[in-house]
């Protein structure tokens, strides 16, 4: 079992910034990648951002240069840096882990809401 605790969602107006913070409960080296996902109501839960085990990013074409995945090892926490957030950026983000692949654990999201 793996515990993900999400934080740091909210209002931000268009342009603005956030991040998210999502806390695991055991060694993130010990997890084979962590990423961010986001379901925006009425869509399917969409891949946002990925870092692996080794420090290897990826991200979708719709937040490249705009967002950032990092990690704190020390913290067993993965961040999503969001900058210059547009209104179609609101939707739950979720915290993913994949242990190794196949057996994945969730966060219990947590609300960003782009507008003015």
């Known amino acids: 079992q793996e515990k993900l605790v999400e934080s740091g969602g909210g209002l931000v107006q268009p342009g603005g910034s956030l991040r998210l913070s999502c806390a695991a409960s055991r060694n993130i080296f010990s997890i084979n990648t962590m990423g961010w996902y986001r379901q925006a109501p009425g869509k399917e839960r969409e891949l946002v951002a990925t870092i692996t085990s080794r420090g290897i990013t990826n991200y979708v074409d719709f937040v490249k240069g705009r967002f950032t995945i990092s990690r704190d090892i020390a913290k067993n926490t993965v961040y999503l840096q969001m900058n210059s957030l547009r209104p179609e950026d609101t939707a739950v983000y979720y915290c993913?882990?994949?242990?190794?692949?196949?057996?994945?654990?969730w966060g219990q999201g947590t609300q960003v809401t782009v507008s003015s």
């Open positions: 993913n882990a994949e242990i190794i692949p196949g057996d994945n654990y």
